[in-house]
C-alpha cells in the first residue's frame, strides 16, 4: 500500500524552528550539539531510550595517584557534569576535568595555597561549569575560577571566612547564580552571588543552626555529610539538612518560597533537583519527588535503604546502597533496573540526561554511557 504524505506536513516536519521547540519543551534543551535541531532531537529521543532500558557502556577514568603528594588528593569528595566534561573535587582542593568524549584527563586545577583551618580545609566542596569557565570552593569558603583550557593555577573570586561563616560545606550554581550553604555560624547558613559579578548578593537563614558545632568538625575530620544545596532550571534553590529543607528563589532569597521541618530525619545525601522537581528519601527509605515551584507530589518509592546516594535527570532517579545503583523513572516510582557494575561505597554521584558517574571510596571513578550510538 502506497501512503501519501502532504506537502505541507513534509515541510513541517522539516522545519528546524519546530524540532528546537519540541527539544527544548521535552529536554529543556537551549542550545544543539548536532547539525540540526531535528538531529539534536532524535538523538535526545534514543539516549531516553535507552536510559529507560538500562542500555549504557561502562568505563572507569584513570589519573596518576603518583601525581598526587598528599593522601587525600585520592578521595573524591563531589562530581559535576556538562555535556562536555565532568569535573572531579578532591580533599586536597585539587579538581581534575575529564572529556567526556575521550574519557581522558584534560585539565587539573589547584588553588592559591593559604593558611589551613584544619586537615580538610582545603577539600573540594562543589564545583559549577558554565564553559569556558570552571568554579570551585573549598571547605574554608574560598570560591575559586579557572578556565577550562587555561593555567592550572586557579584565580581567587572569594576569600573565605571561616570564623565569621563557618564550614562551607556544599556548594553549587548556574550560569547566573552561585550558592553556598554553610555550617558553624548561626544565621549564615545561606549565601548567594551573583554568577556574572562575583559579588555576594545575600547572606541569612537558620538552616544548619542545629548542626553548627558539627561543620567546625568537618574542617579537621571526616563526619556525616551535614546539609546539601541544589539549583533548579527555575532560578531557584533547594537546600536541606536532616531535619529541615527549605525552597528559595534566588531572585530573592530573603524570604523562602518553601521551609518545612520533617518528622522523620531525612537522608541528606538523597537530595537532588533536576529543572523542575526534588528528591529527598526519610529514614524508612521511603523517596518521594515533589515539584519544586508548588511542593506537588509527582511520585514516592521505597528505596529499602535508609543510606542512600542519589541523584536524578528529568526522566529518573537513581540511588546508590551498599556499592549497588538502582533506577526508577520519576513519573510513577516504578523500578527500572539496577546497574550491572557493584561500586562499592560511593562519595558522590551525579546524572544528567546521557551521563551517570560515581566517585567510590576504593579511589575509583566510575561513568555509564547511555548516549545514543
Known sequence: MCVQVCSTWQAVSRSDPLWHRLTTVIWGRTHRMHASWREEYVYRHQTAQNFRAGRSFYHTLHFDPASVDNPDGLT??????????????????????????????????????????????????????????????????????????????????????VVNDGALVDFTGCGRWWVGLYAGVPGRALHV????????AFVNTNLTDPEAVMGWHTLTELTETIGRVRVTGQESAVACTSLR?????????????????????????????????????????????????????????????????????????????????????????????????NVEEVNAMVADDRHVAAAGSDTRIHLWDFGAQ
Open 76 to 161: 573524591c569528595r563531589c562530581l559535576t557534569l556538562s555535556d562536555t566534561h565532568l569535573a572531579c573535587g578532591f580533599a586536597d582542593g585539587t579538581v581534575r576535568l575529564f572529556d567526556l568524549s575521550t574519557r581522558q584527563l584534560v585539565g587539573t586545577f589547584h588553588p592559591h595555597h593559604r593558611d589551613r583551618f584544619g586537615r580538610f580545609s582545603r577539600a573540594v566542596s562543589g564545583i559549577v561549569i558554565t564553559d569556558p569557565r570552571i568554579i570551585f570552593a573549598t571547605l574554608d569558603g574560598d570560591i575559586h575560577v579557572a578556565i577550562i583550557d587555561g593555567e592550572p593555577l586557579a584565580r581567587t573570586a572569594h576569600l573565605g571566612n
Open 193 to 200: 552571588w551573583d554568577g556574572n559579578t562575583e559579588e555576594l
Open 245 to 341: 529543607y527549605m525552597v528559595v528563589d534566588l531572585r530573592n532569597p530573603e524570604f523562602p518560597l518553601h521551609d518545612r521541618e520533617w518528622r522523620r530525619r531525612l537522608t541528606v545525601t538523597s537530595l537532588d533537583t533536576n529543572g523542575e522537581a526534588f528528591i529527598m528519601v526519610d529514614n524508612r527509605g521511603l523517596a518521594i519527588v515533589r515539584r519544586v515551584d508548588t511542593q506537588e507530589e509527582v511520585c514516592r518509592f521505597n528505596t529499602r535503604n535508609v543510606n542512600v546516594m542519589g541523584c536524578m535527570n528529568l526522566g529518573y532517579a537513581l540511588m546508590c546502597a551498599a556499592g549497588v545503583v538502582r533506577v526508577w523513572e520519576i513519573e510513577h516510582g516504578q523500578h527500572l533496573y539496577r546497574l550491572n557494575q
